[in-house]
């Protein structure tokens, strides 16, 4: 028990790391997706093949392959990162796409009536976006956000391979230099257990707030 | 850096990132059998009357969804060769894998099961099915046919989510990659090609899954 309760101070720190990096890259990611869906939405003859290219990319291949493409790959024609920027990059890169399908998913959860009422009401497109599309999708689309944002901290576990000092590394440099191997792997888990439980009740919490107001409009 | 040379070294790579994918697939298809039956067996136990059983369910269900694919693998990894009892990688990344497919099946042939008219089950009682006929021949293959997209995407995240075993000495597809690139010091070109076998692999699965299903939409 007591070398379980030395192990706490290093992990305190790494899970800021871990929540940092995650955190950044899911936000990004998360605005990337919006603006991609928002954009698809507005010019869907244009942007529908090579939305659909990136998105095939992106979810037909591992994170850690596109982590080593933009850390390893990324310098040979002169782009280079830091260990933490390159995650944070790719992990946006790769999150962006799945926030993208959870924004068309809101969106197409939306009756078609709204917006044939918008229009007969004279409501400019983008107040009509703003202000009845948004809400809407965005309430139907937070436990899948929130999934999202889990799905993003878990990969960020793949970082500790690039040697960023997030949970993961931090665990096995402690296994490394103190041979002991079962209290720093049973904290890694309840850290990450944690983590992914804290935001799934934020995300419950968040829900609860937000759907009373979807009863009354 | 000439369009043939490029053509040649990649053609080069290639026998050995087929090697490496040959692993993967029979690492995943190991991991999503196996994770197919235990998640039967837990989606079991959470449906049990008992409620040790029930909650016993629930944590490992948490437990695995609620962390990495890489942490639990190296829990499986390190853990017992810490405790004297060293087990080879492919063993550990096998056994790591079907746990972890196991929690996420067990939850969608949930849904599969629940789906299934109370009637059916009753009918096969009256019959005198004994119950794991019931469970064979009745429930789960229309559980399989209800849950088939979801089976296909989990497969296709199992391939997705190997590429970690590399971390513990399994000579899978990223593996070869890496080995590839700190032999040939072009990590770009090593890189992006290994992800095109990803990429291949599971558009096939997923085309694959695709054509079944319809198969068996016509079929109902």
């Given at each position: 028990?007591?070398?379980?309760?030395?192990?706490i101070?290093?992990?305190a720190?790494?899970?800021l790391?871990?929540?940092?990096v995650?955190?950044?890259?899911?936000?990004?990611g998360?605005?990337?997706?919006f603006?991609?869906?928002?954009?698809?939405?507005?010019?869907?003859?244009?942007?529908a093949?090579?939305?659909?290219?990136?998105?095939?990319?992106?979810?037909?291949?591992?994170?850690l392959s596109?982590?080593?493409?933009?850390?390893?790959?990324?310098p040979?024609?002169?782009?280079?990162?830091?260990?933490?920027?390159?995650?944070?990059?790719?992990?946006?890169?790769?999150?962006?796409?799945?926030?993208?399908?959870?924004?068309?998913?809101?969106?197409?959860s939306?009756?078609?009536?709204?917006?044939?009422?918008?229009?007969?009401?004279?409501?400019?497109?983008?107040?009509?976006f703003?202000s009845?599309?948004?809400?809407?999708?965005?309430?139907f689309?937070?436990?899948?956000?929130?999934n999202?944002?889990?799905l993003v901290?878990?990969?960020?576990?793949?970082?500790?391979?690039?040697?960023v000092?997030?949970l993961?590394?931090?665990a096995?440099?402690?296994?490394?230099?103190?041979?002991?191997?079962?209290?720093p792997y049973?904290?890694?888990?309840?850290c990450?257990?944690?983590?992914?439980?804290?935001i799934?009740?934020?995300?419950?919490?968040?829900?609860?707030?937000?759907?009373?107001?979807?009863?009354t409009? | 850096?000439n369009?043939?040379?490029l053509?040649a070294?990649?053609?080069?790579?290639?026998?050995?990132?087929?090697?490496?994918?040959?692993?993967?697939?029979?690492?995943?298809?190991?991991?999503?059998?196996?994770?197919?039956f235990?998640?039967?067996?837990?989606?079991?136990?959470?449906?049990s009357?008992?409620?040790t059983l029930?909650a016993?369910?629930?944590?490992?269900v948490?437990?695995?969804?609620?962390?990495?694919?890489?942490?639990?693998?190296?829990?499986?990894?390190?853990?017992?060769?810490?405790?004297?009892?060293?087990?080879?990688?492919?063993v550990?990344?096998?056994?790591?894998?079907?746990?972890?497919?196991a929690?996420?099946?067990?939850?969608?042939?949930?849904?599969?099961f629940?789906?299934?008219p109370?009637?059916?089950?009753e009918?096969?009682?009256?019959?005198?099915?004994?119950?794991?006929?019931?469970l064979?021949?009745?429930?789960?293959?229309?559980?399989?046919?209800?849950?088939?997209?979801?089976?296909v995407?989990?497969?296709i995240d199992i391939?997705?989510?190997?590429?970690?075993v590399?971390?513990?000495?399994?000579?899978?597809?990223?593996?070869?990659?890496?080995?590839?690139?700190?032999?040939?010091?072009r990590?770009?070109e090593?890189?992006?090609?290994?992800?095109?076998?990803?990429?291949?692999?599971?558009s096939?699965?997923?085309l694959a899954?695709?054509?079944?299903?319809?198969?068996?939409?016509?079929?109902a």
């Amino acid at each position: 028990m007591n070398s379980f309760l030395s192990l706490i101070p290093r992990f305190a720190e790494a899970i800021l790391v871990t929540l940092e990096v995650s955190l950044l890259a899911a936000f990004i990611g998360a605005l990337g997706g919006f603006a991609l869906n928002a954009l698809r939405l507005r010019f869907p003859r244009w942007l529908a093949g090579p939305y659909r290219v990136y998105v095939w990319l992106v979810r037909g291949t591992p994170y850690l392959s596109q982590l080593v493409i933009v850390y390893f790959g990324l310098p040979v024609i002169g782009i280079t990162m830091t260990a933490v920027q390159a995650t944070i990059v790719s992990l946006a890169f790769y999150s962006a796409a799945y926030f993208a399908e959870i924004f068309r998913a809101g969106w197409a959860s939306i009756p078609r009536g709204h917006m044939e009422a918008a229009r007969a009401f004279g409501i400019s497109r983008w107040s009509a976006f703003r202000s009845i599309e948004m809400p809407q999708a965005i309430a139907f689309a937070i436990p899948l956000l929130a999934n999202q944002t889990i799905l993003v901290i878990k990969e960020s576990a793949v970082a500790s391979i690039i040697t960023v000092p997030e949970l993961t590394m931090t665990a096995s440099d402690i296994v490394a230099s103190t041979y002991t191997y079962i209290a720093p792997y049973a904290m890694l888990i309840v850290c990450y257990w944690l983590l992914t439980q804290c935001i799934a009740v934020a995300a419950r919490w968040a829900q609860a707030l937000i759907t009373p107001s979807r009863k009354t409009s | 850096m000439n369009p043939p040379d490029l053509l040649a070294r990649c053609l080069g790579y290639l026998p050995q990132l087929l090697d490496g994918a040959i692993t993967t697939l029979w690492l995943s298809a190991i991991a999503v059998a196996c994770g197919f039956f235990a998640g039967i067996f837990i989606y079991m136990m959470s449906a049990s009357k008992s409620r040790t059983l029930a909650a016993a369910a629930r944590v490992y269900v948490s437990i695995f969804r609620g962390t990495p694919v890489l942490a639990q693998l190296l829990v499986f990894y390190y853990v017992p060769s810490g405790l004297g009892w060293a087990i080879p990688g492919v063993v550990a990344a096998a056994v790591g894998l079907s746990m972890n497919t196991a929690a996420y099946q067990s939850q969608i042939l949930g849904t599969g099961f629940i789906a299934i008219p109370r009637g059916q089950i009753e009918a096969a009682q009256t019959f005198n099915l004994t119950r794991r006929q019931t469970l064979w021949h009745v429930e789960i293959p229309q559980v399989v046919a209800l849950t088939l997209p979801a089976l296909v995407s989990e497969m296709i995240d199992i391939v997705k989510a190997s590429a970690v075993v590399s971390v513990i000495a399994v000579t899978d597809l990223m593996r070869v990659g890496q080995q590839l690139s700190s032999v040939s010091y072009r990590p770009l070109e090593v890189y992006t090609l290994a992800a095109c076998f990803y990429l291949a692999i599971t558009s096939l699965l997923s085309l694959a899954g695709r054509g079944i299903e319809r198969r068996v939409a016509r079929r109902a």
